[in-house]
Structures are given as C-alpha cells and as structure tokens.
C-alpha cells in the first residue's frame, strides 16, 4: 500500500516506462499471438492495460479517460501504445494532486471499500502481471523481449 504520494509517482513512473517498452516490441503482425489457440492475445493483454488504467482510476476517484468494454482491440500496436501512454500519463498528473492523507481514504474496491494507496499497489500489482504475460509471448512469438527489470536472456549474448 502506498502511504506517500510521492513513492506511488516513483514507482508509476518506472513501471509504466517498462509496459511501454513491451508495448513498442509487439509487431502489427504479431497482435494475434497467444500461448495457445483461444487464450489471451498480445494485442488483448496491451489493450487490457490500456484500458484497466482507466478502470482503477475510476475506482480511486481519479479523472482518468476510460475506453469502453464494447471498443475492440486496435489492430495495429502503434495505437495501443497511445492510448497507454495517454492514460499512464493522466494517472500521474491526477495522483500529483493528491495529499498523503488522500492515499488513507477508502475508496470503491473490487471486494469492498479499500484505501486509495492499496488500490493504486492493486493497479501496479495487476499491470506488472499481465506485463509478464506478455514477455512470454514475446519470446514465443520471436520478438525482441526487453530488459525491462533487468537484462534480458538475449541481452546477455
């Protein structure tokens, strides 16, 4: 949970550069990818970011643009990285605004009421998951997989 608005900003800052990294190494010709046959696609999982940004900000009480459930996945990779980096970039400038104290208040959760900074973690939590995911899938695919914490196998060459 974060108690310091300034820590949540560190860390937001690092996280959302690394998703965009993996973002910008998925090809057009390879947003269909996915570890087997009806599972979750690079292009769902970079739409799926983009857009539960926009989700856990509404639950935090932060004016963040959200997509729609009905918007179907962009079918080039340019334009889910924008629409990530737009929203990325809005919950840094609306979390700016916060107080530490604002970080205690409890806000709409998933399960229930749940402070601000647990959620915001929860938000961190979910991106770095399915940011993994997506590493996978990268590798699987052929594709350049980058350093994001830390060097990669192919770097090490």
Do not use: C
């Amino acid at each position: 949970m974060y108690r310091q608005v300034d820590d949540f900003l560190t860390e937001w800052s690092n996280a959302s550069v690394g998703t965009i990294q993996v973002l910008k190494a998925v090809t057009d010709e390879k947003l269909e990818q996915s570890i087997v046959e009806g599972h979750s696609t690079l292009g769902w999982l970079g739409w799926h970011l983009a857009g539960a940004i926009g989700y856990f900000s509404y639950l935090a009480g932060l004016q963040v643009p959200m997509l729609r459930q009905e918007d179907p996945v962009p079918t080039t990779a340019a334009e889910i990285v924008a629409v990530y980096e737009k929203a990325a970039n809005s919950v840094k400038e609306e979390v700016a605004k916060l107080s530490n104290e604002d970080l205690l208040e409890e806000v709409k959760g998933f399960d229930g009421p749940i402070a601000r900074g647990a959620l915001l973690r929860t938000l961190l939590n979910h991106q770095t998951h399915h940011r993994g995911q997506m590493t996978v899938l990268l590798r699987q695919a052929g594709l350049q997989v980058p350093g994001v914490m830390g060097p990669t196998k192919e770097m090490q060459k």
